[in-house]
Structures are given as structure tokens and as C-alpha cells.
């Protein structure tokens, strides 16, 4: 428990109850996954018909000058949370008194890194040698301003597991943002579009955040959040290590390719990453609540890791290396051939997401366990070997930095792998049998649309030949697996049925 130096007595704030040690807790975090996956592909649909809209109106400079404005952004929205909302969720014995203060503390940080964002966007624009970055960066960064006050409620939610009510946010979020966009768009305001409708999105889910779980604010008193500060510097030094080893590609790319292959790498990376993306940013967003608070159970840690991973290799195997197998014909009939130098980078970048798709809960566990240190410093390590290694890679233009991602990544994924199973004492063999199923199932897959594309005949419109791959692979997966992986399908399908009500929890006032 948090202890005042002074010894003043802080009331504290009853902990969320923990989750059950039973079948209930196990479908209570599937449920909660399949609330999120609702709202995440309910709205994917129109994610990627705005991402394909907006593609065909803007060139890819508009991209490409967007994309150097997050690579900036994106790192210091990191900063601006630093890591309180993870210590929030992790240390549920919290009292309402430290919970104010850090409320507080997020609202200050925004505000200073908005000023920095000023202080900084004309040297940005000069180190990328674009004289409109610097004007979009201030833009840009009045998100900052906003999303500090949405930091705790949010955690606070997911703390109480209340994300029933978080998937209806992110779906009106997500929504308004992309009509917002494609009107911009086709209105002409071109790279703007991206900008203020990304700001539209922050407005509208800080909004919603902090009706739902209004905070209150409290004079910060540094010395009586120290437990908690030290671990969300633990949290906060992996995220920015991590943004800057997953963005160097973008910064190399930006930097020694120009504009315009920055701009073609980005819609490669954004079409490969989507569908991955949105499934494993459910899983990640939802796990560190359940894994918080069964955070000494060792048992249950092995039990929701394993049911995790084989659930995700099922759902974002498939759509990775399918999109890899047609990615060809998915940017010539979907997207244009002003797009075609996209085509290799998004066949290689799709074989990394599969890979990146299983591997982000092990920090999450971790973490949970507050082995956050470890997290911290291999996430660094990577944060050295990346930029280096693209900046080596890009001699070969976008495929190269591509490539990268596949020769490297697995080897800065097996320390985190290894503490994991060590820490939760969780056999290798039994975590890799997991793949199985999925990895049979993408076997025929493969297969059946390999054969597909040799014996269609030559003639036939780009679309046709699409729809056909795209047809006989989904039903090769589908039929493999309905036949050899019965069972598993049926258990999964019990736990995301079982109707496990959210907890409604109290706000904190």
C-alpha cells in the first residue's frame, strides 16, 4: 500500500474485486476481448474503406509528409502519459488520494509537451528539409492539451474491466475520425485531411473518457508517489525505446529515400499492419487488467497466455500471410498503379505483423508481474540495433528496411520469450504447440491459393483473380480447420458466448 512520509492518513480507495480463480475468470477476459474485438471490427471495415478513399485522393507525398509529423507525435504522446495509466491498472491497492495527484500530474505533461512541440517543429522541418512539417506539427500537438485529461479515466476503466463501455468509445472514436477525414479529404485539404481528422478522434474519445470516469485533481506529492512513479519510468522507458526502434524505418525510410518512398512504405505498412493491429490492440488493451489482478497466480498467467496466443495465431495468421500471398493483386486492383513500388515491402512487412502478432503480450505479462525493469532495458537494446540496422538496409530502398524487420525482430523477441516462461514457469514446448492449428491451417492455405493463381487463366480481370485467391484461401483455412481443430473452435466459442456481465465499478470522483 501507498504510505504517506508524514503519516497523514489518506483514505483508500476499495481495490476492483480480483477476477475469480475459475472457468468465469477465464471467460470473464475472453468476453471482455470479445466486447473490444466487436467494436475494433465493426469499424474496420470502414477503417480501411477510409484508408483506400483517402489513398486514392492524396498523392503520396501527403503521406509521406503526415508520416514524418507522427514519427515526432507520436513519441512524445508516449512522454505525455508517462506510463501512469499502466500504474494505475497495476497497483489496484492505490488510494483515491494518489490517484487525484496522478491525474494531475498527466494533465501538467501535456501541457508542457505541447510547448516543446512548438519549440521544436521549426528544427524538425529543417532536419526532414520540409518547410510545411513544422506548421503541421503545432497543429497537431494540440491533441496534447487534450489527451492528458483522458490518461487516468481510462485507466481507471480498465482497471474496473469495464470494457464494454471502452469498445463503445473507441468504435464512435474511430468512426468520427474517419468520415472526418474522407470529408476533409475530398474537400482538398489534403495531407490537413489526415491531421485535424486524427485531432477530431482525440477530442471525441477524451470527451467520452472523462464523462464516463470523471477524475478529480490533487496537489502532486512527489515523495508519496514514488512506488508508483519509479514503475511507470520502468513502463514509460520501454514505450519510448519501443516507438523509437518501431518508427526508425519510418525516420530512414524519411530521411534517405524521400518523401514519396516514405509515402509508398507507409500505405505498405498500414495495409499489412491493420488487420493485426486491430486484433492485437484489443488483446493488449484488455489483458493488463486480467493479468494485474491474477498477477501472483502463476497458473493463470500460463492459462490466459496460452489461450491468448492460440486464439490471436488463429484470427491474424491467416490475414497476414494471405495479404502477403495476394499483395500484389491487392495493390494493383485495390489502391492503383501510382502505388505499385508498395507491393514488395507490403508482402514482407505482412509476414513480420504475423510474427508481431503473438509476441506483444510477453511484455504485458511481465509487466504485470513488475518485472518492468527487464522489460525496459532489452526494449533499449532494440532501440540501438534497429535504426542501424535500417540505415545499413535501406541501400536497397523500402525492401531492404522491410526485410529488416524480418531478420531481426525474432531475435530481439527470444529474451522476453525466455524471462516469460521462466518467470511463470511455462514449458517452451507447450507454448509453441499452440501454434499448431493456426500454423497447419495457413500451411493449406497457402497451398490451396498458390495452386489457385498457377491454374487461373491469364486473361481474367485483376479482380476476378483476387476475389478468387482471396475465396479459395479463406475456405482452405476454414475447412482445415473445422476438420482437425473441432474442439479448440468449440472451446473458444463457449468462452466468448458465456455471458459474463462487465464490471460496472465506481468512478472516482
Keep these: 500500500m501507498f504510505t504517506d512520509v508524514e503519516n497523514e492518513v489518506i483514505a483508500v480507495a476499495p481495490a476492483p474485486q480480483p477476477v475469480q480463480h475459475s472457468n468465469t475468470s477465464h471467460h470473464a477476459m475472453f468476453r471482455a476481448i470479445a466486447w473490444t474485438g466487436a467494436a475494433k471490427w465493426a469499424v474496420q471495415l470502414l ?35 508517462f506510463g501512469l495509466g499502466q500504474a494505475v491498472v497495476t497497483f489496484r491497492e492505490m488510494s483515491r488520494e494518489h490517484v487525484r495527484q496522478l491525474n494531475t500530474l498527466s494533465v501538467i505533461f501535456g501541457i508542457a509537451l505541447f510547448g516543446v512541440s512548438c519549440a521544436v517543429a521549426g528544427p524538425l522541418g529543417q532536419f526532414f528539409r520540409a518547410p510545411k512539417l513544422p506548421t503541421l506539427v503545432v497543429v497537431m500537438s494540440l491533441s496534447f492539451l487534450i489527451s492528458g485529461a483522458q490518461v487516468v479515466p481510462d485507466a481507471l476503466l480498465q482497471r474496473d474491466l469495464r470494457f464494454k463501455l471502452l469498445a463503445s468509445f473507441d468504435t464512435s472514436r474511430v468512426v468520427i475520425q474517419a468520415l472526418s477525414t474522407i470529408i476533409l479529404a475530398r474537400l482538398g485539404f489534403s495531407y490537413w485531411s ?19 470516469s470523471p477524475c478529480a485533481f490533487a496537489l502532486p506529492r512527489l515523495q508519496q508517489l514514488r512506488k508508483a512513479l519509479s514503475f511507470s519510468t520502468d513502463v514509460l522507458g520501454s514505450r519510448i525505446a519501443w516507438y523509437l526502434y518501431s518508427n526508425s524505418d519510418f525516420m530512414v525510410a524519411g530521411r534517405r529515400l524521400g518523401q514519396a518512398a516514405l509515402g509508398a512504405y507507409t500505405v505498405a505498412w498500414t495495409i499489412a499492419s491493420t488487420p493485426v493491429e486491430k486484433v492485437t490492440t484489443l488483446v493488449t488493451r484488455v489483458t493488463p487488467a486480467f493479468f494485474s489482478a491474477v498477477q501472483h497466480e502463476e497458473a493463470q498467467l500460463r492459462r490466459y497466455l496460452l489461450r491468448i496466443t492460440e486464439g490471436l495465431a488463429l484470427i491474424t495468421f491467416p490475414a497476414s500471410f494471405g495479404m502477403a500471398l495476394v499483395a500484389d493483386q491487392f495493390v494493383l486492383c485495390v489502391l492503383g498503379p501510382k502505388w505499385n513500388t508498395a507491393i514488395m515491402p507490403l508482402r514482407l512487412l ?16 511481465l509487466t504485470a508481474r513488475r518485472d518492468s525493469r527487464f522489460v525496459m532495458w532489452n526494449t533499449f537494446a532494440a532501440a540501438a540495433i534497429f535504426p542501424a540496422a535500417f540505415y545499413f538496409a535501406s541501400r536497397w530502398g523500402t525492401t531492404g528496411i522491410a526485410t529488416t524487420w524480418i531478420l531481426i525482430y525474432p531475435l530481439i523477441t527470444v529474451p522476453f520469450m525466455w524471462r516469460t516462461f521462466t518467470n511463470i514457469d511455462l514449458p517452451p514446448r507447450t507454448y509453441f504447440k499452440s501454434l499448431i492449428p493456426a500454423l497447419r491451417g495457413c500451411f493449406v492455405m497457402t497451398s490451396m491459393v498458390v495452386v489457385a493463381r498457377l491454374t487461373m ?17 479463406a475456405a482452405a483455412y476454414g475447412i482445415i480447420l473445422t476438420i482437425s481443430d473441432r474442439p479448440l473452435l468449440r472451446e473458444l466459442y463457449a468462452a466468448l458466448r458465456n455471458p459474463v456481465a462487465d464490471s460496472n465499478g465506481s468512478p472516482i470522483a
Design 457 to 473: 487463366p491469364p486473361a481474367l480481370p485483376g479482380v476476378i483473380r483476387l476475389a478468387i485467391s482471396v475465396i479459395a484461401g
Design 350 to 365: 505482412a509476414i513480420y505483423a504475423a510474427l508481431r502478432s503473438i509476441t506483444t503480450v510477453f511484455p504485458s505479462v
Design 47 to 81: 477503417t480501411w474503406t477510409s484508408t483506400i478513399v483517402v489513398a486514392r485522393i492524396l498523392v503520396p507525398s501527403d503521406y509521406g509528409l503526415f508520416g514524418l509529423a507522427t514519427l515526432y507525435l507520436g513519441l512524445v504522446g508516449l512522454i505525455s502519459e
Design 194 to 212: 489526415l491531421a485535424l481528422g486524427n485531432l477530431v478522434g482525440v477530442v471525441v474519445g477524451c470527451a467520452l473518457l472523462t464523462i464516463a
